[in-house]
């Protein structure tokens, strides 16, 4: 089993920054991607940003230029520093972390974090 545990969130001003942090545990072969995904009330939840193994990135249009995904492979990490926040960027954010896991090496698996509350006030 994979678990992901969240952490960083909080309440910010608008122009404020937090840093997301989520670190993976378990039975790990290889981690192929890391990402943070978000949900607000009443919206779908969407791909904010995501990291391959490789250091590939990618990033929703909203948050280019303001956040910064990176990733600690040898720790099984990932961040996200958001910084310029605006109030709608008020979500649970999700880590999320695609797996292959020892005895299933050949395959690949998506666990989800248990969510981090980002507010952003006006």
């Known amino acids: 089993q994979v678990r992901l545990v969240e952490s960083g969130g909080g309440l910010v001003h608008t122009g404020g920054s937090l840093r997301l942090s989520c670190a993976a545990s378990g039975s790990i072969f290889r981690i192929n991607a890391m990402g943070w995904y978000r949900q607000a009330p009443g919206k779908q939840r969407e791909l904010v940003a995501d990291?391959?193994?490789?250091?590939?990135?990618y990033y929703t249009d909203s948050v280019k230029g303001r956040f910064t995904i990176t990733r600690d492979n040898a720790n099984n990490r990932v961040y996200l520093q958001m910084n310029s926040l605006k109030p709608e960027d008020t979500a649970v954010y999700y880590c999320?972390?695609?797996?292959?896991?020892?005895?299933?090496?050949?395959?690949?698996?998506?666990?989800w974090g248990q969510g981090t509350q980002v507010t952003v006030s006006s």
């Open positions: 999320n972390s695609r797996v292959s896991p020892y005895d299933l090496r050949d395959n690949e698996y998506a666990y």
């Open positions: 990291i391959t193994s490789d250091g590939s990135t």
